[in-house]
């Protein structure tokens, strides 16, 4: 079954410390990305990655940090997270800019809470 | 930078009645893509229609159909035949097919409510 899966789905943790949210997906999609979505704003892009070792700043980037080593994996790094940063994330994939009227597939989201 | 408003936080409808979700974005762009997602409690993203800008014809997908009005850079979103399981958010969401990346430029949803 094609999917993108993010882990963990629910996390609750405490200001300056470090965390990842994984992701990943079986599609072999090119492009991968992450939103958050936030009440009243929607969803807005953090970072994006077109192919492996290429990534690039979203709308909202700071304080988050990804990587893209592998295709199929592309997760969300939180140095020093903030209560800030309490939102709900979504990891998203889809086939490269070629095929720009594809839909991005997402993950089931994960609710991240920073006390 | 391209923006997508979302006019009515929140709209009701009666369970096999139509409802229409409002969308308006912004943009100096001639090519673009225009989704609607739906979001329900289990927060999953599903994408329930797309419109490409160079098509004239709406699209339609079973109870789902749009109203493009390119001029007016309007995008409404018409379910027929409300059902309780349509009950959830809604999001517009605009895609530019000019700038680098696959950006979703996302509108702040319309929470739609079914009446039994």
């Known amino acids: 079954e094609a999917q993108v899966t993010q882990n963990p789905r629910y996390l609750i943790t405490v200001t300056g410390k470090k965390l990842t949210v994984t992701c990943s997906q079986n599609?072999?999609?090119?492009?991968m990305s992450w939103y958050r979505q936030d009440p009243g704003l929607g969803l807005r892009q953090i970072y994006y990655?077109?192919?492996?070792?290429?990534?690039d700043k979203g709308d909202v980037p700071e304080g988050y940090k990804v990587s893209r080593k592998e295709k199929r994996n592309f997760p969300l790094i939180l140095e020093s997270p903030s209560p800030n940063q309490t939102s709900l994330y979504f990891c998203?994939?889809?086939?490269?800019?070629?095929?720009?009227?594809?839909?991005?597939?997402f993950g089931d989201g994960t609710r991240l809470s920073i006390l | 930078a391209q923006t997508v408003t979302q006019s009515q936080p929140e709209m009701s409808v009666q369970e096999a009645e139509t409802v229409t979700l409002s969308c308006t974005y912004d943009?100096?762009?001639?090519?673009?893509?225009l989704f609607w997602y739906k979001q329900p409690p289990s927060r999953q993203m599903i994408l329930v229609i797309r419109?490409?800008?160079?098509?004239?014809q709406n699209a339609t997908e079973n109870r789902f159909s749009v109203n493009f009005q390119k001029a007016a850079k309007s995008f409404s979103l018409k379910i027929s035949d409300s059902q309780l399981g349509d009950a959830a958010m809604y999001f517009c969401?605009?895609?530019?097919?000019?700038?680098?990346?696959?950006?979703?430029?996302f509108g702040a949803g319309t929470i739609l409510r079914v009446k039994s």
């Open positions: 599609m072999n999609h090119e492009y």
């Open positions: 998203a994939s889809s086939e490269n800019r070629a095929y720009s009227n594809q839909p991005q597939h």
């Open positions: 943009t100096s762009e001639s090519d673009y893509y």
């Open positions: 990655s077109m192919n492996v070792e290429v990534t």
């Open positions: 419109q490409e800008a160079y098509k004239q």
């Open positions: 969401a605009y895609r530019s097919d000019m700038e680098y990346g696959n950006k979703l430029v």
